[in-house]
């Protein structure tokens, strides 16, 4: 069985851009999170998204939105990207969200720089 | 609110001795416990897991946690340690999204 994928593996932009990340989940798990791997800052919770919709949104600037598509795969977009964005972007999936102890399987991420 | 705190951010120990990496948590309900660890430039791989039931969780590679509910705690431990299992390892405490310590990262010496 294939685990969650991500592209791209890397990323370089410069601030201002806009950089897009990808995220197909484990077949069968409809919900879909990312969080953000930054240097002395560890790992944050981003977005959390359930059959297409929003579910919940850790403490990030709105310019960091995403989106699941009715394949429950996920876009992370960051706009007006600033230096401190880079990190390494680390996306989850798991199975129905409702009862909470549903384990999260990690992608091997993506690893975004800022210049 | 939630939160989990990784005592000691690098731990090393000889080939062959105990690990031993602490986690506490903060919570009015205990919440559901996981270790992950991370090895250079990779994601995260889950190794163990407590959700209900019995309080000592056996995971992957020989690694266990034991769950003290009077202590908020969720120690890893493995009995031996071995070269390969040199990388980070991550507490973490879910209610609904994932709530991580900061993360302890071990060493292992020939």
């Known amino acids: 069985e294939a685990g969650v994928t991500q592209s791209p593996t890397h990323l370089i932009k410069t601030r201002g851009q806009q950089a897009t990340l990808r995220c197909s989940p484990i077949s069968g798990h409809t919900s879909v999170y990312w969080y953000q791997q930054a240097l002395g800052l560890g790992l944050q919770f981003l977005l959390w998204?359930?059959?297409?919709?929003?579910?919940n949104r850790g403490n990030f600037p709105p310019r960091f939105s995403g989106r699941q598509f009715p394949n429950y795969s996920s876009e992370l977009n960051v706009n007006a990207l600033e230096l401190e964005d880079s990190a390494l972007y680390l996306c989850a999936s798991s199975l129905l969200s409702w009862t909470v102890q549903e384990t999260q399987y990690f992608g091997p991420g993506t690893r975004l720089l800022v210049l | 609110a939630q939160s989990v705190t990784q005592l000691g951010s690098h731990v090393s120990v000889s080939e062959g001795a105990l690990v031993l990496l602490r986690c506490n948590y903060s919570?009015?309900?205990?919440?559901?416990l996981f270790w992950y660890v991370q090895y250079p430039n990779q994601g995260l791989q889950l190794l163990l897991k407590?959700?209900?039931?019995?309080?000592l969780v056996k995971g992957i590679n020989g690694f266990e946690a034991e769950f003290k509910k009077s202590e908020t705690s969720f120690h890893l431990t493995k009995p031996s340690a071995h070269m390969s299992d040199a990388a980070e390892y991550f507490c973490?405490?879910?209610?609904?999204?994932?709530?991580f310590g900061q993360g302890t990262e071990l060493s292992v010496k020939p």
């Open positions: 973490a405490a879910q209610g609904g999204k994932l709530i």
């Open positions: 998204y359930d059959e297409g919709e929003e579910r």
């Open positions: 919570s009015s309900v205990p919440p559901y």
């Open positions: 407590y959700t209900t039931g019995a309080t």
